[in-house]
């Protein structure tokens, strides 16, 4: 399943959850982004929302913007919860 993240690098706590814009998913990451280190802290905050592995975690578009389309395996349900 493909769907739109935004992306706030640099925050205090990491978090996923809410809508912004046209109905993209936040995913809030400490990680600033520098050197693919908010990409990477990405990845690994959908897959513990999710509870999959990082790696089955897809950024198809976006790797140098904060409004990112990303593609997980199965994630219809848990991604309807997540955004209210």
Partial sequence: MKFAVRVKPGARREAVGGVWGDGALIVAVAAPAVE?????AVRKALAGAFGI??????????????????ELPDAYDRLRELLG
Avoid: F, H, P, T
């Fill in 36 to 40: 693919g280190k908010a990409n990477e």
């Fill in 53 to 70: 592995r990082r790696q089955d975690v897809l950024i198809v578009s976006g790797e140098r913007s904060r409004d990112k389309l990303v």
